[in-house]
């Protein structure tokens, strides 16, 4: 009804347009004045050459000369376009009543109405792009960002329940609130999935791990438990945007049980087959590795000479126990051979209740969970051998969340998650013509444009990127709305 009354309005300036244009001329264009009653399929074929049938304001047929343009279309249109081009859109645009229709509030309205998101506006981003002109007005608009397909990062959440989180005091629930937490906040802008080590179904003993472990002399009923303790890890939930609810039923239906071990490295490859082989060929891949024990579960390992990770020291040495040997360098390597195909490890080490560091004790023995007797002292491995997986997984600090209080492991397994968090967002929408006149805001907060790209924000060909502080402020493991205004 409005696009109706609009195109009526600018009816009534051409009309009286056509009638001036009509004398200017003087020509043999004949016209037949307006017959009340009689439309246009009774009109048309009394009307002399070069004229056409048209309507009036009320309705009336009449002859009018074929240069006026006709009624029925609006400014946006490919006549009007063509119209503008020619000596007598000059003469219009100097007239009095092209004046006045361009003052009128029916001209302003026009401006404003949907056309302007048509092709006559040139861009979703300003709608204003001006027919038959290169310039672009950068009119008000607020547009939420998210990133592009590319920029969506891809995460395994690579998590431990060997019963070490939860025998002593339990780390499992403030780590899943965590995981639940920060899943749920990103789901949107991270491809999040689930690992778990060891794999809660238990498989069939592999019969050369068996022998391996056989050929230390442990029996075969003590092998074969041993075996299961240390069960590969397997993928639980694949990697997927809006995964947080998956995940988190996964994590309660899965809590740590008695006689289960850390196989970090089988879980590690399972997490790294299905980031290559499910995912998209351009995203980032990282690997997040909750844990609260170091890696064992490698039955290659002698047990008569191996840093034992039991909580009976000397254990492995004692019952040829090599399942619960630490397996610190295949862990590394491994780290490193994933960093080689360009999957990130952040590696978040639980090391609550580490033993002290004394002298050794008898036969150069030193009580359980990673510790070495190093020249007559008792050394605990925990924090250099996570500094090691956390250096090869990509940190060249060899920096890991490290956890040693209880009440720590909520935020620090939050932060660690959030850091993935992307801060590179799609502004493919928007001309980069009007880049300097955007204003971008953080949960309604403007950030400041930085071209030094160290603190704020900058755009360059379809892609902005947040730096510094701005970006610390949207991996902080919670919601947030990004938008822009060109302005």
Not at 265 to 278: M, P
């Amino acid at each position: 009804m409005f696009t109706k009354v609009i195109n009526q309005r600018v009816g009534y300036s051409l009309m009286g347009l056509s009638v001036l244009l009509s004398g200017l001329f003087n020509a043999c264009l004949d016209s037949i004045a307006p017959q009340t009653g009689v439309g246009c399929e009774t009109l048309a074929s009394e009307c002399p050459e070069q004229t056409e049938c048209q309507l009036d304001a009320l309705g009336n047929a009449f002859c009018a000369p074929v240069m006026d343009p006709p009624l029925t279309n609006n400014a946006g249109t490919e006549t009007a376009g063509v119209m503008a081009g020619t000596e007598t859109a000059g003469v219009m645009a100097g007239t009095e009543t092209a004046g006045v229709m361009a003052g009128t509030e029916t001209a302003g309205a026009m401006a404003g109405i949907e056309a302007a998101g048509t092709d006559m506006a040139g861009s979703e981003a300003g709608g204003t792009m001006q027919a038959g002109t290169e310039a672009f007005m950068c009119g008000s608009f607020m547009t939420n960002l998210k990133p592009s397909t590319g920029n969506i990062p891809e995460v395994m959440l690579v998590v431990d329940r060997s019963y070490s989180m939860v025998n002593r005091e339990d780390r499992w629930t403030p780590a899943l609130r965590a995981m639940s937490q920060v899943t749920q906040a990103l789901e949107e802008t991270v491809s999040f999935g689930l690992t778990l080590f060891p794999d809660p179904n238990r498989v069939s003993v592999d019969p050369n791990t068996l022998n391996t472990c056989m050929s230390w002399g442990r029996g075969q009923l003590l092998c074969e438990e041993d075996i299961g303790a240390c069960t590969p890890g397997r993928v639980i939930v694949n990697q997927a945007l809006n995964n947080s609810f998956s995940i988190r039923e996964a994590l309660n239906d899965y809590p740590p049980l008695p006689n289960q071990a850390t196989p970090t490295v089988s879980a590690l490859q399972e997490a790294a087959n299905a980031l290559i082989n499910q995912g998209s060929q351009t995203s980032e891949k990282i690997i997040i590795l909750v844990t609260d024990g170091l890696p064992g579960c490698n039955f290659e390992i002698n047990p008569q000479n191996c840093t034992c990770l039991t909580n009976v020291p000397s254990f492995c040495a004692a019952d040829d126990f090599a399942g619960m040997c630490m397996n610190d360098e295949q862990t590394v390597q491994e780290i490193t051979r994933l960093a080689g195909l360009g999957i990130k490890t952040i590696v978040v080490g639980i090391t609550i209740g580490s033993p002290a560091e004394f002298d050794c004790i008898g036969n150069d023995e030193c009580p359980f969970g990673g510790q070495a007797c190093i020249n007559g002292q008792c050394v605990n491995l925990a924090p250099s051998v996570l500094s090691a997986m956390a250096r090869a997984g990509g940190d060249p600090s060899g920096n890991y969340y490290s956890i040693e209080n209880l009440a720590d492991i909520e935020s620090q397994v939050t932060l660690a998650t959030a850091s993935v968090a992307p801060c590179i967002f799609d502004i493919q929408n928007i001309p980069e013509a009007v880049y300097e006149q955007l204003v971008v805001y953080l949960d309604g907060m403007v950030v400041p444009r930085d071209e030094s790209r160290m603190d704020g924000w900058w755009a360059n060909r379809g892609v902005l990127e947040f730096y510094g502080s701005a970006c610390d402020a949207i991996r902080d493991g919670m919601s947030h709305r990004i938008a822009a205004r060109c302005e």
